[in-house]
Nanobody, 114 residues
């Protein structure tokens, strides 16, 4: 099983980006999918999660600005990021619990800068 993330880039404060992540391989079940992020010099932190039933949870720092969604048929998870702030700059990692095991994507850089 592999997770392939895409969609990072450079954006000005107040701008938007959309991250996508696709799981591939021998997949029988996918439970929780999530996005984590790691800023320079900081620990990796949870940004948002979504269950297979569509229940979402957000870190306080992104609540109201980020929206996580998934397509269970395609085994994909997306993160729509609006009203981006300088402090959102980080490497973003997708996560998925697939077939009872934990998998991580390779990380995609999001840089918010004027």
């Amino acid at each position: 099983v592999q997770l392939q993330a895409s969609g990072g880039g450079l954006v000005q404060p107040g701008g938007s980006l959309r991250l996508s992540c696709a799981a591939s391989g021998r997949i029988f079940s996918v439970s929780v999918m999530a996005w984590y992020r790691q800023a320079p010099g900081k620990r990796r932190e949870l940004a948002a999660t979504i269950t297979s039933g569509g229940i979402t949870n957000y870190a306080d720092s992104v609540k109201g600005r980020f929206t996580i969604s998934r397509d269970n048929a395609k085994n994909t998870v997306n993160l729509q990021m609006n009203s981006l702030k300088l402090e959102d700059t980080a490497v973003y990692y997708c996560y998925a619990a697939v077939n009872g095991y934990q998998y991580w994507g390779q990380g995609t850089q999001v840089t918010v800068s004027s």
